[in-house]
């Protein structure tokens, strides 16, 4: 499972982007709560209730709106 660390301008930690299986990604945030999902064979990304947000690969997005 590789993970991706997400830092902002001063190199703080604000979340993770994790693969999971079947080249699924999550995102965390810092204190590795769920945020989201992101299942490329559909294309789009999920909130941690699996709710679709949006279309295409925004969990990046989910970190940077956590703050």
Do not use: C, F, W
């Not at 941690?48 to 295409?56: E, P």
């Amino acid at each position: 499972m590789a993970r991706q660390t997400i830092k902002d301008s001063q190199y703080r930690t604000l979340g993770y982007i994790e693969d999971i299986s079947g080249g699924k990604l999550k995102a965390l945030d810092a204190q590795y709560r769920t945020l989201g999902y992101y299942d490329p064979k559909s294309d789009r990304t999920q909130d941690a209730q699996y709710r679709v947000i949006a279309n295409g690969n925004v969990l990046s997005g989910l970190i940077y709106n956590k703050r």
